[in-house]
């Protein structure tokens, strides 16, 4: 079983709708990611935050929002998102952001935006 | 310069056969080329790694084969299995990553066909 849980695995929603995505890490890591992964295009950095500080946002729109209220929890809150923005939202974690460490990544939440 | 080439984007190989994947990159500050593998649902997971001091690294059936005057960087899978067929991910940045985050490539689906 992963150490880093998402929750929805499955989440539909309409472009008026807000929702929240939540990720939750049982690893003791440091670091936290978002990332968007759509078919045949990289995996796209979102988000990261090391010791709950956010040290990047790659020009994401601001119809996402990303919360850290600890080292262990990280959330995606969405609003008026555009069907564009359907794509598996997956959630990682690593020991540290400064010096590459492994990423370990969660299942992933599958959204459609209708 | 901040992409990394993957190809093939899709590969069929037999059981008991070789799999190939490569990768190319254009900065030359990169000096971290993990792995990822991604089975369907899952999120993806470290596979193997290497750092350009070598030249090849081997674990079990998975070798990386690294070209650092090229700039190329390869997975070779061999004895490949039909538990093989996935997405791999090449993926590089800087050892100190910083504000210089993992760049991926856009993924090899494989299937190993019996």
């Known amino acids: 079983e992963t150490g880093v849980t998402q929750t929805p695995r499955h989440l539909v929603m309409g472009m008026t709708n807000k929702k929240s995505l939540k990720c939750e890490q049982h690893?003791?890591?440091?670091?936290m990611y978002w990332y968007k992964q759509s078919a045949k295009k990289p995996l796209e950095l979102m988000f990261v935050?090391?010791?709950?500080?956010?040290?990047e946002n790659n020009s994401v729109p601001s119809r996402f929002s990303p919360e850290c209220p600890n080292s262990s929890h990280l959330f995606l809150h969405l609003h008026t998102l555009q069907p564009e923005d359907s794509a598996l939202y997956l959630c990682?974690?690593?020991?540290?952001?400064?010096?590459?460490?492994?990423?370990?990544f969660g299942n992933g939440t599958r959204l459609t935006v209708t | 310069q901040q992409q990394v080439k993957q190809s093939p984007q899709s590969l069929i190989v037999q059981k008991g056969g070789i799999s190939i994947i490569n990768c190319a990159y254009e900065?030359?500050?990169?000096?971290?080329f993990p792995w990822y593998q991604q089975f369907p649902g899952k999120g993806p997971a470290l596979l193997i790694a290497?750092?350009?001091?070598?030249s090849e690294k081997k674990e079990g059936r998975f070798t990386i084969s690294f070209n650092k005057s090229a700039k190329q960087f390869s997975l070779h899978i061999m004895d490949s299995q039909p538990g093989d067929s996935a997405t791999y991910f090449c993926?590089?940045?800087?050892?100190?990553?910083?504000?210089?985050?993992?760049?991926f490539g856009k993924g090899t689906r494989l299937s190993v066909i019996a």
């Open positions: 990682a974690s690593s020991q540290d952001w400064e010096y590459n460490s492994p990423l370990h």
């Open positions: 690893l003791g890591h440091n670091a």
């Open positions: 935050y090391n010791f709950k500080e956010q040290t």
């Open positions: 900065n030359t500050a990169f000096d971290y």
């Open positions: 290497i750092r350009p001091d070598v």
């Open positions: 993926a590089a940045s800087p050892a100190r990553a910083g504000n210089t985050p993992l760049v």
